[in-house]
């Protein structure tokens, strides 16, 4: 029998760490074949260059492809998806893979799907149908739009793609494949994590088996010019709270420099000796390091999903989660030193929540590869209305 | 003041049929700058250069691009989309427009629309929420996703934009813009017209006092293989009609071969006495040609709009149109000689049917340059559940 | 041992002719791995796409890359090649080879040139040298100027190598690679030749064991719209002589449309009953052709290189073969009806010429793989003065 | 009278420097319009946007153009190349420049080379037919071959020109652009060189009126691993001395990373309380450091031409200027400290050196704009033997 080719994109670090138990399971599957195309941030040393790390979890790569124009502003980002389109077409001809698996909403996804769709391959799509109150949610629901298979990972986001006009029969809400990773992570491994600190990191290192905040603030994407505003609102509670503090980098991004810039100048004019910083942390570092911290700070989705699974208190400021469901780990607080502070405050005192699976249970990967498996693809869509 | 720059983006000769009143009325209006991009098949000689016709209507071309890849099949379609990013990101980045305002559903127009929202330039779309059974449907419901002011021809097409999820706010009816330079033409001037057939035609001079047949037959883009067969059919039931039948060739697209080859091989190989090609025909010539036609057959577009709001009779062939709402002038049929044919003879017998204004009543482009004038565009889009 | 990874390029159906016998030589040679790109016009079928007839070689394709953008004219052509490099790079990043063997002076070659250069892979050039009097001479010996290995095919234009500073001990005179193929061809196989007619040419069928002229001009790139003018020209001679006629399409190449529109009318509207036309031929049906013309008429090379090799007469037409070292078996001629006419009538009273070994002996494939094997590219280039 | 137009390319800070001189000649001339592009690093704020800059010297910019794909590796390098052509062609076609002055010998700078070629406008080519031992020599010469006018700065380099087969009536010794500037500037304004140290640079405010060191060191792009260990013997040198030293930041190129890696470690870890970092230099204060300094040490070509002109003493490191043309100010040295280190003594021993003219008496853009105003371009090229 001829094998079904299923294609994984991966475009960040990120990425990698929510698609790894799809593809494994591909992989395991006698009747799919794994293909795997890595690009982008991906690949880029100041992202974390992650093709090491592919090879290492024995998954062979198809094709490296370089595509992110230089200048992080908007006419770059959109030349970046110019250049994926075109380079993707290209992998996509020699391939020839039967599906597409692209993942959420960044922007080369959408230029991804673009070429998957003019070249008749069928594209599922995962973690699509939520909302979340920025550039990124038009991204999310124009993908969508051109996707044939849907993995929601709530009933929330599985009931807006219904509403979208999306045939029923073609969602399949299969929870998050990020908790997927975290489920079979060593969560108590803290050793292993304070010595990424003189691996990987940059500043002193911190004892983390006392009390510890983490944060990661991504720059949002329309609002470039307030992203250094933004970040330094943030940087201010952390200064006002002295309190051992874990600091991640953010992606790549339009508007990253506003962030990073904030970023840099706190560390190289402050050096605060209570802060260490990582550029970016690979998953099995990073679940321990939020499973454990006191309180995960800034406007990761990481901080609704993954913490609300693990119970960690999580402190979401701004409007880059705006519209995502949530679980009581959750205090959201605006772009405002005073109110971050008094907000972290407060979930330390709480400590921890129960475990909550509405974004899923660990069993993401295993059932998108078994419904690709046994779906049939069909390239003519239509709207259900 | 200043004035909102709107600019508007040409890519096929039809693509300035409908949009020539929009321009004109931006242009006329004191509040307005009008841009104009033109690209594409539109300054391709094959498909018919328009820059020289734009010029001709005194509207100036701030850029002309090239970005169709060649191969008309789906991976050069893809490549044009990449390329059309790279290029429109640069032009737009140049000429700083307010707004852009997009047409329809080629596939070109996502990769526009890609391009204007990765660079935060609110979306205008004109013509989006139809369904029509093929690939463009799945790219007009995404571009509408990625779009901040809808212009839909119908009710209906409104209808299933606010289903989309998109604020009510934004969407306005304002009918069909093709209707609009249909107004403003001579629709007796069946003169010129076969006038035409010697200057830009190939085959026999008819007279087209005496009644006469229409046709134009696009592919359809996702059954490649199937669009030689398909105009096989329509071919035989002309051939068995041996009626006057003036046949214009269909627009470029991945697939493109199968339907062109059929008509080429008809006209080399039988060099039918009663059948006069166009390559492609200014509107001009074209609405009196609708106007006073017994029958217009295939798969156009304008068989549903331009015909209904004319009272032309149509026969409209196969899938490309499923899901268009239309008048009474239009049987449908399949993709089969003796069901074409009867269906002819039954609107032949028929003749003219009553107007009808479902598509608009030939003020679309005033409603649209007042609309945008007036309306307050946020980059930041919210879906409305 | 590790074998040393050998890139061929072939971007038309004429480079494959040429590139065939080097091909089957390096894969023949356990010391070396062949790997096979194929674009642009090659794998276009208006241009013959040659993908099958690789295949059919046993060779195997490692890439197959769409670049040409439409509209040959000078922007496309540039932008093709922008398109070519951004392709070939990732090709070459994916495939890794040790050096990349590059042919002759279409725009195309520069830009693979200039990928490889960039990634420092070791260029190999075939064909350089030459002069041409076009733009493609600028192009060719632009090409010398990044290149690490010269394989020219006469002394000549080795000569004029070393003159351009390269290193003496990096050329080597070959011969022409298209004289190999032609030395394993049945040269007196016209039956087949005839049967090519009723295939895959057009126009009446022809008795070619009666005298016949073969016909191949292309346009010429830097005068675009002299083309029709020049074409034309050809055609009232070939018109005035009224001899079975064999008249091959020229490639793709800006400025095509000039030309070929002047053949398409010829075709069309003359209708001429002693001409036969080929889109183009597969080399085994073309040296026949040529080794039984009774004269070649055009600007192609083959009519230099080839039919001096088989002591065919040729008419060679303006300045496209400018400055090409030459056998007696050339009358080079005007643009100008009268002069190419008398031409032809010379050449076939004088009837044919002793071969002649300029242009090689049959033996460059050979040569060139052996040289490839033993060759220590350094990547750092010196000019010797 | 029609003037003509003469577009000018800055993809650098460098760039803008060395053409300024020739922009501000053009556009004073009546017969002369001026079109400037800016593009790739110079608008990257990352090695210094000169948008602004340009700006305020009242030159107006006709097009900006992202062009570059990160990475900083080779294949990105190419990508960027492809991606410039691809772009410079649409800004060519729009803006219709009569002639394209391109300078020196940066990649992309081959790539604009070669879209300007096939779209037959001619090229001045400025910096012309130098030797410097690197891959930017493959292209340069490269470039040689497809320009139409040449304007070297030195006799030697013209030499070399002729000697590539060059028409010597193209062929104008100019001297070098940057000398030009420099005549035009201040150079005893050390006052504003330090004020420029608490605006734009890094680390501790140092003293110059007091003798300092000023330090460029370049990757070397084809020894890409090897730029951190280069860099290092010179920060090993430059610790030994522990004399006041300006280090000024490598431009962006491929292998940036590893000389950029060295320099970084070096200024955060060992922060040195004798060094003064800057990303970039506008040429007003570099060319008072450069007069002022003891010594240049480093790769840079400033080392050898103005610091020549200024009679200031250099120490040039490795290979970078391999071949270039020098006067008595430089003592070349390998990638050793202790080298270096003494060099470096031995210099400042010496104390300045009598100016050398071998590259420039600062009237070259005076001459550039004249021979082009008067030059007739013809796009057709042939080759000297």
Not at 78 to 94: M, R
Not at 313 to 332: E, H, L, M, Y
Request: proline share 4%.
């Amino acid at each position: 029998m001829r094998k079904k080719k299923v294609c994984v994109v991966i475009t960040t670090r990120g990425n990698y760490a929510k698609m790894k138990s799809v593809m494994k399971n591909i992989r395991q599957n006698p009747e799919l074949e794994l293909q795997v195309i890595v690009g982008g941030g991906a690949i880029l040393p100041k992202y974390g260059n992650i093709v090491g790390l592919i090879e290492d979890d024995h998954m062979a790569i198809n094709r490296v492809i370089h595509f992110l124009v230089e200048g992080e502003n908007p006419v770059t980002m959109a030349k970046s998806a110019g250049l994926a389109i075109t380079e993707f077409s290209t992998a996509f001809e020699n391939l020839r893979p039967d599906a597409v698996i692209v993942m959420a909403d960044r922007f080369e996804c959408l230029a991804i799907a673009m070429a998957a769709t003019y070249m008749n391959i069928p594209i599922a799509h995962v973690e699509g149908g939520e909302v979340s109150g920025s550039i990124d949610e038009s991204v999310r629901h124009s993908i969508t739009k051109l996707s044939h298979l849907h993995f929601p990972a709530t009933e929330d986001a599985a009931e807006r793609i219904k509403r979208l006009g999306e045939d029923p029969a073609t969602v399949f809400t299969v929870g998050c494949t990020s908790l997927d990773v975290i489920s079979e992570i060593d969560l108590a491994n803290i050793e292993s994590l304070m010595g990424m600190q003189k691996k990987i990191g940059l500043g002193p290192l911190l004892d983390l088996h006392k009390p510890y905040l983490a944060v990661i603030q991504h720059p949002v994407t329309t609002e470039y010019e307030k992203n250094l505003f933004h970040v330094n609102e943030t940087i201010k509670a952390i200064s006002a709270l002295k309190m051992n503090t874990v600091w991640i980098w953010p992606n790549m991004d339009a508007g990253s420099d506003g962030t990073s810039k904030g970023i840099r100048v706190f560390r190289e004019k402050s050096r605060p000796s209570y802060v260490h910083f990582f550029r970016s942390l690979p998953i099995e570092y990073y679940a321990p390091l939020l499973k454990n911290t006191a309180c995960i700070v800034g406007n990761s989705s990481s901080g609704i999903r993954e913490a609300g699974f693990l119970g960690t208190p999580c402190v979401n400021i701004g409007t880059r989660q705006k519209g995502r469901q949530r679980a009581k780990n959750i205090i959201d607080t605006d772009y405002n030193a005073k109110g971050i502070e008094e907000a972290i405050r407060t979930q330390i005192k709480h400590g921890n929540y129960e475990p909550d699976y509405t974004y899923g249970d660990g069993k993401a990967g295993e059932r998108i590869a078994k419904i690709i498996k046994d779906f049939e693809f069909a390239i003519q869509k239509k709207i259900m209305y």
